[in-house]
Structure formats: C-alpha cells, structure tokens
C-alpha cells in the first residue's frame, strides 16, 4: 500500500518505519524540518529502543521516506493521523489545532478512495467533526478511527504485533470498503490473529480515553492504599502482590511509588473531564479528579519523606535523584514525576543532582536550574539521600554494598519500590519507600 504518515513524533515516526517494514511505501510528513532531516538520516529524534535499527533497515528498501511537504501525500491511498494533542495551557481540554491542520493539510490530495486514518487520541466527538471535513473535500474519501495503543519504550513492538485493532467507521458501504483498504495494511498482524472491534466512531475514539483511564486509575487506586498502609504500617508491595493473583484484578500496573506520568495518561485523563463536561456527564467521570490528586499527592508525600530521612528540613542538603524520564526506556520527561520531585526538592532549599540514561538533555531543556550529572557515581558523590525516581534497569541493579561509600550519608527512598530493601538494608543504608515500612 502507499501510505502518508501525518506527525512524526513519538506515534508517527514508529508507525511509518513500522509500516514501511511491513512492506508499504510510506511518506512521513512534519512540520519541523529538523526532526525530518533527522529521521531521513536514519536517527530517531528521541530515545526508542528498536527505532534506530528499524529506520535505517526501511530506508535501505527505499520504501521510507520523510518530508515537510503535505503534498508528498498525494500519491499515497491510506493516510494516518499521528499528530500530538496536548493539554492546553491553564485548561484540561485538549489542543487540538495540529489534527485540525494535519486533515486541512491533507484535504486538498485527497483521492476518490483514499482513506484517513486517524490514530491520535483525541476528544469524542472530534472523528465525527473531521469526517465532514474529508466528505466535503472528497465525497469518495472516508474516515476511519483507529486508536492506537502503544507504550513509549515498546513502541515498536506494540505497533508490529499489538493486542488488538480498534476501527471506528461509518456504517455505509464507503465505510466497509476502507476498512477493507485498513484490512489490507494490517494484513500481516490480523493474519496472526490479532482480535479487531470494529464499531462506530464515537465508540472508537472513547475506548483509547476509557483505557488510559483505566490504567491511570488502577496506578491510584494501588497509591491510595500505599496512602493506608502508611498509616497502618503495611506493606503495598505484598499487598498488590496478594491482590494481583485474583485474575479478575492482575498485577500489571499496580506497582506503587511516584505515580503515573508521561505525555498521556495525565492529559488524557484531563481531557476526557473536560469533554464529559460539556457533554453534560461530568459526574460520570469526577472519580477521575480524585485519580489525579491521588496521583500527584504521591509526588508531594516523597518530598515529605526525604524531609523526615533528612530529620526535619532538606534546606541545604544534598539529594541524588536518580531518574529524569517519566519511566525506564524512554528519554520523555512530559509530566516526569521524577523531574517534578527533584525540582520540588529545589526549590524548598536542597541541593539536588539529578542523572539519566537517556533523558538528561530533554530534562535540562525543560528544567535549566537543575544541576544534572551524566554518570549515578558524579550524581551521588556526597549525597544525604540517594532518590531512585525512575526504574532504570541500572538502577535496579546498582550493588548497595559499592555505592555506600560513594555517599555522605547511606540514605536511599525508592520511589518505584523497585530496590530490594533486605539487600539495601544489609549494607548500611536507611532505606525507605512509598507505601512500604
Ligand atoms: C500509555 C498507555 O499505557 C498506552 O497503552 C497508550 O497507548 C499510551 O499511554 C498513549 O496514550 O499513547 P505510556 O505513556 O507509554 O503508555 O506509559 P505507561 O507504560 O502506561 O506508563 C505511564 C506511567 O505510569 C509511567 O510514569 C509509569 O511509571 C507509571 N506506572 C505504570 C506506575 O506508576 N505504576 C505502574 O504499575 C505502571
């Protein structure tokens, strides 16, 4: 199939190297040439483990190719929408202005059976208002909505063999032919037996929110009972481990400790409140504003136990924060409760140092008064406490007995309750961490 890709970040960049390896010739359109100039170079803007290789193999076939020219779209049948929509500023609703102009770019190439795409999460309602838009255009051209469900960090990976397709399309015969034409892109993971919901467009965009929502809520509610089991003096791991073998409950996402952040489930969760609202349903989803002041009440509750380690005050006290991307194998620090701990710490006084595998220059972009340091031994030299914020795999597996004589004092918190505390403790540390004695 010839195939556009509108955006070329997180979402798109993946999907058209995922796709051209699939065998499609794909074109990845963007409005920043340098991130086009990048990725036509082979080198993924941000950090993707599997991205680098992928690129350059489909380049190779001459199958992949990026512009910043919507034009480059006209050629291609199928065309997806893989542009962000952020949280707009001092508002919970989403921005939608660049999957306004990624369509409006779109419209004036549009073919008699070209089909559009649109793969990023948006508020319902949205599909229905861009659909008119393709019809108006090219009365032969249909939209079809199709979420997508990848995670940052197996982005790859999710998009060659995702758990399940989710199509949205009118119920018309101009709908079923697209998705046919989607049928025949996905061949390969359908083929596998990927199971497919094909429903309305309304039902299509909802089930992305709905499922981020669930995520979002099943990572609080595990951080509301770290809230009990410190007043308890339980323990949430061996709780969520107890909870988690009930199959209907399972443990996957209920790892307490810093909470939920990233480019997604905070905007997200956001976003479909402000959508309930102006539909008229904002009591169906105010359970999530407690999610999200469950969420962030975790974020303060670290900087009060680094302040109880630290006997009372963390006023001129040094902090290694380990951790500045919103989670392991990933460079993105949007919403990083990490970030957001280590500038907390800051700015009430303490002398906080952060590293990352990966994400330190996106970190400094967005927080230049941090002090950063590239490797945990220059993070930790004379550290008071020792903050591990992100669950790196190099983190998890730092030797405690090596890194205590690299510190001042042998303080560790473990904001993802990914250390082994028996471990820790045996060598010397005072080690504390959300929701666990
Ligand atoms: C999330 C969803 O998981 C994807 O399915 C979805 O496609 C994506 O958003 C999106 O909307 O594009 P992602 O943002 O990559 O994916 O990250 P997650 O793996 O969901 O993690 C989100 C946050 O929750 C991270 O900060 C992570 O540390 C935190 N988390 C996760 C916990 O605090 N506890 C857990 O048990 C799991």
């Keep these: 199939m010839q195939i556009s890709v509108f955006g070329c970040g997180y979402l798109g960049a993946v999907h058209a190297a995922c796709m051209a390896h699939l065998g499609h010739e794909v074109v990845g359109i963007d409005v920043l040439p340098e991130q086009v100039a990048l990725l036509g170079q082979g080198r993924a803007p941000f950090h993707e483990p599997g991205l680098p290789e992928l690129l350059e193999s489909s380049l190779a076939t001459g199958r992949l190719s990026f512009s910043i020219d919507a034009a480059s779209a006209a050629s291609a049948t199928v065309h997806f929408i893989c542009v962000g929509t952020p ?66 960090g197996f982005a790859v990976e999710d998009t060659l063999r995702p758990d399940r397709f989710v199509y949205g399309v009118a119920d018309t015969d101009q709908g079923r032919a697209a998705a046919a034409v989607l049928d025949e892109v996905y061949a390969r993971a359908l083929g596998d037996g990927t199971p497919k919901i094909e429903t309305d467009l309304a039902t299509a965009q909802l089930v992305k929110v709905a499922a981020n929502s669930f995520l979002a809520t099943k990572i609080s509610f595990i951080n509301a009972m770290a809230e009990l089991c410190e007043a308890t003096g339980a323990d949430v791991t061996q709780l969520a481990d107890a909870i988690g073998h009930d199959a209907r409950i399972g ?41 999200d002041s469950i969420n962030m009440r975790r974020r303060v509750r670290m900087v009060d136990l680094a302040r109880e380690v630290c006997g009372g005050s963390i006023v001129g006290r040094k902090i290694a924060v380990l951790g500045a991307a919103f989670k392991p194998d990933s460079d993105d620090v949007r919403d990083s409760p990490a970030l957001s701990v280590a500038a907390q710490m800051q700015l009430q006084g303490a002398y906080v140092t952060v590293s990352d595998p990966q994400a330190i220059d996106n970190a400094a972009k967005k927080w230049p008064d941090l002090v950063f340091a590239a490797s945990v031994e220059d993070a930790v030299a004379d550290a008071e406490v020792v903050l591990v914020a992100t669950e790196w795999p190099e ?5 405690p007995t090596a890194l205590r004589s690299k510190v001042r004092e042998p303080n560790v918190l473990d904001g993802r309750n990914c250390l082994d505390p028996v471990a820790w403790r045996a060598a010397g540390w005072t080690y504390r961490a959300l929701g666990r004695r």
């Design 87 to 152: 949280q707009k500023k001092n508002e919970y609703a989403a921005d939608l202005r660049y999957v306004r102009a990624a369509v409006t770019g779109l419209l004036p190439f549009l073919k008699p059976g070209d089909v559009v795409v649109g793969k990023s999460t948006v508020p319902v309602g949205t599909a229905e208002e861009l659909a008119e838009l393709v019809h108006e255009a090219q009365p032969e051209a249909e939209l079809i909505w199709n979420p997508e469900f990848l995670r940052e």
């Design 251 to 291: 443990r996957r996402f209920l790892n307490a400790g810093l909470g939920f952040g990233g480019g997604c489930l905070p905007k997200d969760i956001r976003a479909f409140m402000a959508r309930a609202g102006e539909l008229g349903v904002d009591q169906a989803l105010s359970f999530l504003r407690e999610v």
């Design 395 to 399: 983190y998890v597996g730092l030797d």
